[in-house]
């Protein structure tokens, strides 16, 4: 049985991209460009899910999130916006103290820990995990702890690279090629389709609610699409 999440070489690849994660020019360009697009398929799957006021400004008021494999905390920080009470953790030391910097700068209380959701406790109403699965030692061991750390009509929202040759070409062959991803980030073999992950949750006791691609076309950049062939956000609850 596999005891951490965390594969050490995985962990020290993004800690060295941690000093210019905040650089929307960076080696975390990318990052930056699939946020708002993240963002936008949270507030709905948010607003749909608890029946919040789509006008809100906080409709994570009273409620807490955790924000699996945060890096810098791109996505931690607009979750504390949201209104949530926010855990980030993540198996980079490095990040972990960037993300601490920059929410102590921008005046936000995010509670930052270095280290494995497994070894995690408590339970959260909202868990986000961007881009994180396809970097673990074990898809299934991993989906489990989430699904552990979820409360009762908690939400689980994870978005992944899918295992196709679209995906392949577009973000390991070109953008990982000319440097718009840092080389070596990602590893095909590791690449998880929906129907697999489908099974996941299912395995560990939660119920998918929606499945939506992240397309790219060279006239409108990153968007939500019906066409998971690139990458996808996949949302699930605990009844």
Same mark, same amino acid.
């Given at each position: ?62 409620? #807490? ?19 949530? %009470?926010?855990?980030? +953790? ?36 909202? +868990? ?25 009509? !908690? ?9 196709? !040759? ?6 390991? #062959? ?8 840092? %080389?070596? #980030? ?47 956000? +996949? ?5």
């Amino acid at each position: 049985m596999v005891q951490t999440s965390i594969l050490p070489d995985e962990a020290e690849r993004f800690g060295k991209l941690a000093a210019d994660w905040w650089d929307p020019n960076g080696a975390s360009a990318m990052l930056h460009k699939l946020n708002p697009v993240r963002l936008k398929y949270i507030r709905d799957q948010i607003d749909q899910h608890w029946q919040c006021d789509e006008c809100s400004r906080t409709p994570l008021a009273g409620k #807490t999130a955790l924000d699996v494999g945060c890096g810098a905390g791109l996505l931690a920080e607009p979750l504390a916006r949201l209104g949530a %009470k926010v855990t980030g +953790i993540d198996a980079s030391p490095e990040v972990i103290a960037v993300a601490q910097e920059h929410a102590a700068w921008q005046g936000l209380s995010i509670d930052y820990r270095a280290g494995d959701v497994q070894a995690l406790e408590g339970q959260f109403d909202l +868990i986000t995990c961007m881009e994180v699965i396809e970097h673990v030692a074990d898809p299934a061991a991993f989906v489990r702890a989430l699904a552990q750390r979820l409360a009762p009509n !908690g939400l689980l929202i994870i978005s992944t690279p899918n295992a196709t !040759g679209w995906a392949r070409l577009l973000m390991i #062959t070109v953008a990982e090629g000319i440097g718009q991803i840092p %080389k070596g #980030t990602h590893d095909f073999d590791k690449f998880i389709t929906p129907e697999r992950l489908k099974t996941l949750l299912a395995d560990a006791g939660l119920t998918c609610l929606d499945v939506e691609g992240i397309a790219w076309s060279p006239t409108r950049g990153l968007y939500l699409s019906d066409d998971v062939r690139l990458n996808y956000l +996949i949302s699930a609850f605990r009844p």
